[in-house]
């Protein structure tokens, strides 16, 4: 089974209670959004490989460290999770970034597909999904086969704000990722919001609604 980690840094936990608020701004929103998002990079980038490298300082030739050059991919899933990818870009700026849309039918509450771009050797990339919501699991379930089918494998999902029932459809569906999320939330309600949760993270990150 994969990592299951809430990542509940101080700074992340003040961030997510004002980006909860109803009142908070459409511009607020996004800026929190982005921080938390780079605040949780430390974390779930952790495990990155570093390499060995001869460097010269101005007293010495000594070997330190630095990243072994792995390709990474940040795919976010439309519309919400667009605002998690300049935060992680701004710790790894030479990623890449594919998309996959996908909203959910309000009635079924299923995902549905309608974009994916994607890095063209993604197979061979270490992938980091996003998205600000894990809710069901369905849209994390869906983008995660979609992403497996082009041969990808190595695939880490990261959330701001998940509920216990997302995160069993996603665990049972995808046992081998990693998930990470800011905060566990308490349940889902009838129409498959998550409670306390902060709405919705689409409308509220572009001011849709
Ligand atoms: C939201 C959110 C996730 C999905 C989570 O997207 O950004 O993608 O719901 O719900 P699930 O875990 O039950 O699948 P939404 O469908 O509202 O689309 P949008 O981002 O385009 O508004
Ligand atoms: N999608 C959202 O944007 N918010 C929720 O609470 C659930 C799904």
Redesign the pocket.
Known sequence: MGKFQVISHPLIQHKLSILRRKNTSTKDFRELVNEIAMLMGYEVLRDLPLEDVEIETPITTTVQKQLAGKKLAIVPILR?GIGMVDGLLSLVPAAKVGHIGMY?NEETLQPVEYLVKLPEDIDHRHIFVVD??L??GG?AVMAIETLKKRGASNIKFVAL?A?PEGVKVLQEAHPDIDIYTAALDER?DEK????P????????LFGTK
């Open positions: 919400a959910r600000p919501m809710a069901t849209s704000v509920a889902l498959g919001y998550i409670v949760g902060l709405g919705d993270a689409g409308d509220r």
